[in-house]
T-cell receptor, first 109, second 112 residues
């Protein structure tokens, strides 16, 4: 199956700093989704972004499909951004999303 | 917004016992999924369904059964629970394009 590598595994930021989270995958992906997991466990979809760039608030996702990579940029981080960020991908014709192991983000005041 | 609910939210079971985890979605999505999340593994797919009456094996189906009696409901069944099945279980739904998945709040299962 797909291999999904996320980096870094963990990250600590001072409030106000920016963060860049990376997702690399082993073969062609036609579907890609970024999730945020609250410290309490709830998974929230941030972006469905199989190609190109999308923005919402302080978040930007950029996926370069033919290079098999995606990034999530968080600008002006806040303590409420703390949690774990997952990248998940799937191939054409398959229902299975493969998840990376996540990036744990801690933002300190 | 689409809604996926799970019950129970927490469960303690004994080894060898039967456990049923339930999931309900009001999104009218055809596709539903069961994942487990363990430290160091991210989320892994156990079973999924394309619609009422269908179940398919995911990446780690051993020790689990699934049931999809209706569009809205998808259950995960552990006939003989083992301590290795202690985990957090997430249900999700998605439309036919399979583009996005929407997750429930999770069920924390402990098998003693």
């Amino acid at each position: 199956g797909q291999q999904v590598q996320q980096s870094p595994a963990s990250l600590v930021l001072q409030e106000g700093e920016n963060a860049e989270l990376q997702c690399n995958f082993s073969s062609t992906a036609t579907r890609l989704q970024w999730f945020y997991q609250h410290p309490g466990g709830r998974l929230v979809s941030l972006f469905y972004n199989p190609s190109g760039t999308k923005h919402t608030g302080r978040l930007t996702s950029t996926t370069v499909t033919n290079e098999r990579r995606s990034s999530l940029h968080i600008s002006s981080s806040q303590t409420t951004d703390s949690g774990t960020y997952f990248c998940a991908i799937a191939n054409t014709g398959y229902q299975n999303f493969y998840f990376g192991k996540g990036t744990s983000l801690t933002v300190i005041p | 917004e689409a809604a996926v609910t799970q019950s129970p939210r927490n469960k303690v079971a004994v080894t060898g016992g039967k456990v049923t985890l339930s999931c309900n979605q009001t999104n009218n999505h055809n596709n539903m999924y069961w994942y487990r999340q363990d430290t160091g593994h991210g989320l892994r797919l156990i079973h999924y369904s394309y619609g009422a009456g269908s179940t398919e094996k995911g990446d780690i189906p051993d020790g689990y059964k699934a049931s999809r009696p209706s569009q809205e409901n998808f259950s995960l069944i552990l006939e003989l629970a083992t301590p290795s099945q202690t985990s957090v279980y997430f249900c999700a739904s998605g439309d036919d394009r399979g583009a996005e998945q929407f997750f429930g709040p999770g069920t924390r299962l402990t098998v003693l």
